[in-house]
Nanobody, 122 residues
């Protein structure tokens, strides 16, 4: 599966932004999806994940209650809606996929998309 993230940009602290990831290749609903983020000098960290049909989600504690993952299997797209953004949320955001939800949550997805930069100004 090929993944293409988009929608990053500059937003003020306290604001909201949504990024999306379009998939192509195999049937989208075959994959659990996830979002990760990375800042320079730090390891890539898990942000959140969603099961194949959207019935289960999981979030990092740092974003719980502020970020929401959703997916539209008809559009082969997964979304990350971010609200109450903080400067600490500034990062390159990556989408990822795996046939196993646990692999995404565990930070070991099988497929990665290219990143999209989100910058939160104070």
């Amino acid at each position: 599966v090929q993944l293409q993230a988009s929608g990053g940009g500059l937003v003020q602290a306290g604001g909201s932004l949504s990024v999306s990831c379009a998939a192509s290749g195999r049937t989208f609903s075959s994959y659990a999806m996830g979002w990760f983020r990375q800042t320079p000098g730090k390891e890539r960290e898990f942000v959140g994940s969603i099961s194949r049909f959207g019935t289960t989600t999981s979030y990092a504690d740092s974003v719980k209650g502020r970020f929401t993952i959703s997916r539209d299997n008809a559009k082969n797209t997964v979304y990350l809606q971010m609200s109450s953004l903080e400067p600490e949320d500034t990062a390159v955001y990556y989408c990822a996929a795996s046939e196993r939800f646990s692999m995404v949550v565990g930070g070991r997805p099988d497929y990665w998309g290219q990143g999209t930069l989100v910058t939160v100004s104070s």
